[in-house]
């Protein structure tokens, strides 16, 4: 059996160096994969639904999840279309993404793609706002396995990871809502909540999000700021860990996945918001969303150090 089930789409990373500009270095991403190998570096059991190409990037992608532990045996291989493509590029505002994905092999994932027995056999569903976003059959396989978690007593978890380069904001905000009314736990950034909701402070977006009918657990990510849990009873914030930060690629999905696997664990949710605080704070001292995911050993080692 698996403590998480991921679902969404990996994408091949290429990720611009500091030094040059025009230089590139090749790692990987794609928010839900980065998620369970964050949950698997952490310990949990894992396994990751999804479709890649028949070409050299998607056997990456096998040898990249056997290598850390995350079972393979609801990825499909697309014989016609490739996997997707990213380009992380550092500015003086943070980082932006440049995609060449449309019509890749995940945004082909149908209801039929999630084959049979791997969702019911988790504790967690994993799922985002960008596997929503890709395709409307990929957002249909979202529906499709979150139907299939409750109904064999699975959690759901939803991180919104709003990219507005892959659909209109409108379009987003009502899936969303939609979704996050399923979700056991919600993960919504500020700043997504902001382009959704046009606020920028946290106790409105919180009573957002309760207005628009979610009844699970919220955490919500301030970035910097740390983040606040709302359990429907109580809002509790949780301190952020301060770092240099060089790219914070996947800090988000770090947080994601590092909180799952820490509640598999048996953590209240306030020691593993503060465990994914810690971990999403290490994952930004290098580049790429993958390599620079921690282990549970460097998670601890920081957090004893952070509590002095
Ligand atoms: O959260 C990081 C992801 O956004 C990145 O790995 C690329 O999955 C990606 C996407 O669609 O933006």
Redesign the pocket.
């Known amino acids: 059996d698996f403590d998480i089930v991921a679902l969404?789409?990996p994408?091949v990373?290429l990720n611009q160096t500091h030094q040059d500009q025009r230089q590139y270095l090749q790692g990987f991403?794609?928010?839900t994969?980065?998620a369970v190998i964050a949950a698997a570096r952490q310990g949990a059991s894992c396994a990751y639904l999804t479709r890649v190409g028949n070409d050299a990037f998607g056997q990456q992608f096998l040898d990249l999840w056997q290598a850390e532990g995350v079972d393979t045996s609801g990825v499909q291989v697309d014989e016609q279309a490739h996997t997707g493509l990213?380009f992380v590029q550092h500015g003086p505002d943070g980082h932006a993404?440049s995609?060449l994905?449309r019509g890749s092999a995940a945004s082909l994932m149908t209801p039929a793609s999630l084959g049979s027995g791997l969702i019911e056999r988790a504790r967690y569903l994993h799922v985002s706002g960008?596997s929503l976003a890709i395709s409307t059959s990929a957002c249909d396989t979202v529906f499709a396995a979150i139907e299939r978690a409750h109904a064999a007593g699975v959690q759901v978890s939803l991180d919104s990871?709003l990219?507005l380069r892959?659909w209109p904001v409108d379009r987003a905000r009502a899936v969303l809502r939609e979704t996050m009314r399923t979700a056991d736990l919600f993960l919504p950034s500020m700043d997504d909540m902001q382009h959704l909701t046009g606020n920028d402070d946290p106790e409105r977006t919180l009573d957002w999000i309760r207005d628009a009918g979610a009844t699970g657990v919220v955490v919500l990510k301030l970035g910097k700021d740390g983040s606040i849990i709302d359990d429907g009873h109580r809002r509790v914030p949780v301190a952020a860990l301060r770092v240099e930060a060089v790219d914070a690629?996947?800090?988000?999905?770090c947080f994601a996945g590092s909180l799952l696997a820490r509640r598999c664990q048996g953590d209240s949710w306030e020691d593993a918001v503060r465990y994914a605080n810690a971990a999403a704070a290490l994952s930004t001292l290098g580049y790429g969303?993958v390599d620079p995911l921690p282990r549970k050993e460097q998670v601890l080692e920081r957090l004893k150090s952070f509590s002095g």
Do not use: H, K, P, V
């Open positions: 969404g789409e994408l990373e991403g794609g928010d994969s980065n990213y993404f995609y994905r960008i990871n990219r892959l690629t996947g800090a988000g999905d969303a």
